[in-house]
């Protein structure tokens, strides 16, 4: 998170002068002792899994989930405002626990910095959570290419299975922004070292082992997940599994310190589950379901985020994620801020600090859209409008007179600045309207169930949740959605690849866009996770590095100390 | 470390039934407290650098260096015999610290199993310590991996240093044994998709990422190093930098945990060393500079051990390590087993269990040559004939007799199966023979000097480790030489990339060859890491898996105990 609230700290400083508690402190804050963690260091503890399954019988808590309004380009805060909410619901008197994706360290080196919140609301320590962590990323990593490595070894040594070295789907992963790695070709340098083919590096978040492992309920689980997983087609189109290979057993080996849940804390001490990090285009987009469901059976509240805009992350959450882990969401809050909705009334990037307040009406539209998602789900929700220091007085005004026209509940959060006492009024809305709703009973529901085609899944999500008129296949999907038919996959859900920009799958078409088709391009199944990608245009599954990467900034004094990292 | 000793129980089952004592109860036996400890779980621990700085005004304790004849396919225990020994000096009342490098996944994966030692002598939790360990080999990968895409990002972003994309020397890494990555062709695709080109992968261990880690002394040494690494050259010849790149400090940052030693301890709690894990074929084969350094602070005797036969661990051991880092190991430790003296002694690998002592006669010479370099280094040394349950009576008497013959100081262990108990009679040998030493003085020395010719070094080895009559340079090798003298790295040592299995450039000479050449094909700066490689043959720097994988015997049950990793 660049720092647009304030440009007198930077996020790294205000991290590096946090108090931290001993993490064997803060778990004890939620009835955790010593003995139920792992650590890491004196500030990073893993929850081991005899704990998990001695909470079971436990009655679950409250879950709330923090999406957005589409972002602009520089994003909206939602990790600040989910920290925040925390926070603030923390100083309320409720026992409260964060779930948070873990960063990537790509994305850290290359464009976007840290992910770990910012300013006064962020998870700590900032530098370890945004380096190696403890080391799951990596243990994600090595995962993918030892099944990548294992199958061309097979097709080396004999292909038993008769695999066709042209129908693997598994690609090779890795956590660094690198174009180069898109589109190589491997096996080269003759008799010995291996079969020349077509190959594909995606930065490990949006692998589909990370998808796996952030869907996994437990040990068990993940590795009959990993055995079920499609890893490429033989000669005669029949499906490979990773159980074929024979190395579900290994490859969970690899994963099995990684699945416990990391606990941290924010800066102001609330525990925070920082755990599992898909991306949310090609992916599912939300931290992993053995933490939220951890955090369920240790706290009254569980505030956690979805990637990007409510359109990929909520709808991914509630379709995905709540179906295979049986979860029911009690609220959501939908982040909007000023610039996005000056952004999708229409103000270019570069003027998006200027004063507009027609734009904002206008813009409106778009937000509106997700309020309507959010009642079709059969969610409660409070909008929080995340403050800059850049927005006027005249602007919020227009924005609450658009809230109470529309009969919209509404919190302005300052938890940037603030820490959780500027995510107070927003903490006492979702309290409030969760204790109407407990009165009434949830209404949530999946949009679709599992037994509708797979064409149904993505109509329904199409003109529901985007606001199209239907989807289109282009004949390449077509054919792809027949073989998946044939292959007996049709009751699992879509994960939608789209762009988070706009609600349509064209990222200029910002606002709320009307009479638009979605196009679906290509199909692929993601067996292991459970689910069919429907990609809606090109979404790059490894991202490159920018002119001026941001490692370029970083430096380490003699005791590393770490400057730089933002 | 296959069981060639007994049938009974495998070293995984051992280290599990294994009982461990808190990693902050083994700090305390040298010293130590919780706070100069970073924990990562309850039995690993990685120590402070605050810590260590202030442990710098201490007197150095002896350095002990564990070697080898040359080794069979199967490998002879010196890790083992490392383990033992260190276990055998602690059951005698001094305090002793073990240094061994971490290993390296894809082995683990792959061909050798574990590497932590075996039986009863080994590092523990064997497991973490065989997997992921805390991280370091993750990180060294993603730092070499990220200096690769910020090279590949310069030249797609306009190339303002003019880097020659058919001049880049500095490989991609990945730490699983992958053939197909050995030879590939990257940046296909078109526009926007980086600058097409061949590169290589390496396994970790391989890399000069990994030399630069084992070689530093602390952090800003180590940003040192990055920054002059050689990672490329211009179009007009000229040398690229990291530190041209503007990446030593993001580098750096990402090393800034792993380059703290690891503690954990074997299974009689001695403590140990295990960090850094170069092999020992391309690279110097020996753990982390700063982890020997810290170990001959915090205890009396710190035993080590460098990777393969002598004439490669040792001779790199004492002519680099010990070179940079003003080190006067105190005596070596020479390995020999009966197996590997059969071999040398010409018998088959199928018929090395059978009894043999006609071969064992002629298989001596083998280590007569071993025990001669270590004359011409001026070093103490004892012979440990590593004892296995194949071993006859015969066979151990003919090794005792022939040593005896050429008044060899020998000891018999059997450390795989007693631990330290078997290792007594060594520690007793090699205790007695540093307190002769002690009074005359070391008379240690590195073969050559600095200063002499790059040539002369490479004449130096081959004739005073390998018996050789010396070198020839290929045409490529001469042409390379020049190009290193005319950019002024004259002064760097030679780091000798030549088979383990014969004391000549061709495995099939066993036993003591005579009248040969040693041929050097290539050779290659290591700035970074303060060597120049010389390949005196194809030196795999990319494992790749059998046809049956270790992988595929492991398993893992519902609460992460994990079966078949050897």
Redesign the interface.
């Given at each position: 998170m660049q720092n647009e609230y304030s440009k007198i700290q930077s996020d790294l400083s205000i991290a590096q002068a946090a108090k931290l508690l001993p993490i064997t402190e803060v778990a004890e804050t939620i009835g955790l002792t010593a003995d139920d963690l792992?650590?890491?260091?004196?500030y990073k503890g893993k929850i081991h899994?005899?704990t998990i399954k001695s909470l079971e019988s436990r009655t679950d808590g409250k879950l709330i989930l923090v999406t957005a309004m589409n972002p602009t380009p520089f994003g909206e805060g939602k990790s600040t405002v989910t920290i925040g909410l925390g926070d603030a619901l923390n100083r309320l008197g409720h026992q409260t626990v964060i779930c948070l994706r873990e960063p990537s360290?790509g994305p850290v080196?290359g464009m976007k910095g840290g992910a770990a919140g910012g300013g006064y609301a962020q998870v700590v320590p900032m530098e370890?959570i945004n380096?190696?962590f403890?080391?799951d990323l990596?243990?994600i990593?090595?995962a993918n290419?030892?099944i990548?490595?294992?199958i061309?070894?097979h097709i080396?040594?004999?292909n038993a299975l008769q695999i066709d070295p042209e129908r693997i789907t598994w690609k090779r992963a890795?956590?660094?922004?690198?174009?180069?790695?898109?589109?190589?070709?491997?096996?080269?340098?003759g008799k010995?070292?291996?079969?020349p083919r077509?190959?594909h590096f995606e930065i490990t978040a949006a692998s589909e082992m990370m998808a796996i492992f952030s869907l996994a309920e437990?040990?068990?689980d993940l590795?009959e997940k990993i055995a079920r997983t499609v890893v490429a087609y033989t000669y005669d189109l029949k499906p490979v599994t990773v159980g074929d290979?024979?190395?579900e057993?290994?490859v969970?080996?690899?994963l099995?310190?990684a699945l416990k849940p990391n606990l941290v804390q924010t800066i102001e001490h609330t525990p925070a589950l920082v755990h599992g990090g898909p991306f949310a285009n090609i992916a599912h987009g939300c931290n992993s379901l053995i933490a939220t469901k951890t955090g369920l059976k240790l706290a009254d509240y569980t505030v956690t985020e979805a990637g990007f805009g409510a359109d990929l992350g909520a709808e991914k959450f509630f379709n995905i994620k709540s179906r295979i882990g049986q979860l029911t969401p009690a609220l959501t809050v939908i982040v909007a801020t000023i610039r996005a909705l000056k952004f999708h009334g229409g103000v270019g990037k570069r003027e998006l600090s200027e004063e507009n307040v027609e734009a904002i009406k206008n813009g409106f539209q778009n937000l509106m859209k997700h309020v309507e998602t959010m009642n079709a789900f059969g969610i409660p929700f409070v909008v929080s409008l995340n403050r800059f220091v850049t927005d006027t007085e005249r602007e919020i005004s227009e924005f609450e007179k658009l809230c109470s026209k529309f009969n919209i509940p509404f919190a302005i959060t300052d938890v940037w600045e603030k820490g959780g006492a500027g995510g107070i009024q927003l903490a006492e809305r979702v309290l409030s309207i969760i204790n109407q709703v407990e009165k009434t009973g949830s209404s949530f529901q999946p949009l679709y169930p599992s037994h509708v085609s797979l064409e149904d899944k993505m109509n329904i999500i199409a003109k529901n949740v985007y606001g199209a008129k239907g989807i289109e296949l282009s004949p390449k999907a077509e054919k792809q959605l027949r073989d998946i038919e044939q292959n007996g996959w049709t009751n699992l859900p879509i994960c939608m690849a789209k762009t988070q920009y706009s609600l349509s799958d064209d990222p200029k078409k910002i606002g709320r866009p009307k009479d638009f088709t979605i196009h679906i391009r290509q199909l692929k199944p993601s067996i292991g996770a459970g689910f069919i990608v429907a990609y809606t245009g090109d979404i790059l599954t490894m991202p490159?590095?920018p002119?001026h990467?941001a490692?370029?900034n970083?430096?380490?004094?003699?005791?590393?100390k770490?400057t730089?990292?933002f």
């Open positions: 792992e650590t890491y260091g004196k899994f005899g360290l080196m370890d380096l190696h403890t080391g990596h243990a990593t090595v290419n030892v990548s490595s294992l061309d070894n080396h040594q004999g890795m956590d660094v922004n690198d174009r180069s790695l898109r589109n190589i070709v491997i096996g080269l340098g010995g070292n291996g079969v077509e190959d437990d040990l068990l590795k290979l024979g190395a057993g290994a969970a080996v690899l099995k310190d490159g590095l002119k990467p490692a370029l970083m430096n380490m004094d003699g005791d590393g770490v730089g990292l």
